[in-house]
């Protein structure tokens, strides 16, 4: 069993750890503003850990999906197993498709829970979902 944090959380260094949206998401629980006022409020504090981390100079351009399946196979090329079977959940689910798209031999099986489409900017439609579903089933067919 291989278990990594994911560039930017868990251990890794250096990390994105919001404290400005983790205050205004505290704060969102007692706060009685409209919805669209609490968006803003919460966009603000978005923006202000941007900032913060521009300033410590984290370079956040180097912290999205791309980045994070060329880190995951990284350490996959690094081990020695020839395939791997593969638990992901929540956005990782988005980080296992991209590595899918990028080498899809890598896999001998993949079990997403609650999948998000490898497109989550885009809204959501049954097409994506359809057009997800059908990728896993045509890997799953290449294992076979």
């Not at 990028?102 to 057009?131: A, M």
Request: hydrophobic share 40%; glycine share 2%.
């Amino acid at each position: 069993m291989v278990i990594v944090d994911q560039r930017g959380a868990g251990l890794s260094t250096p990390g994105l750890r919001c404290r400005e949206s983790i205050n205004a998401f505290k704060q969102s629980i007692i706060r009685t503003d409209s919805p669209e006022d609490e968006s803003a409020f919460y966009n603000r504090s978005i923006i202000a850990c941007n900032d913060r981390l521009q300033r410590n100079n984290v370079p956040v351009q180097d912290f999205n999906t791309y980045q994070s399946a060329r880190d995951f196979l990284a350490i996959m090329d690094s081990l020695p197993y020839a395939s791997w079977s593969t638990l992901a959940t929540s956005y990782a689910t988005v980080i296992i498709q991209a590595i899918e798209l990028l080498h899809p031999r890598y896999f001998d099986r993949i079990v997403l829970d609650s999948p998000i489409p490898v497109n989550y900017q885009e809204p959501y439609t049954i097409e994506s979902s359809i057009e997800l579903i059908d990728r896993i089933l045509k890997l799953c067919n290449q294992s076979l």
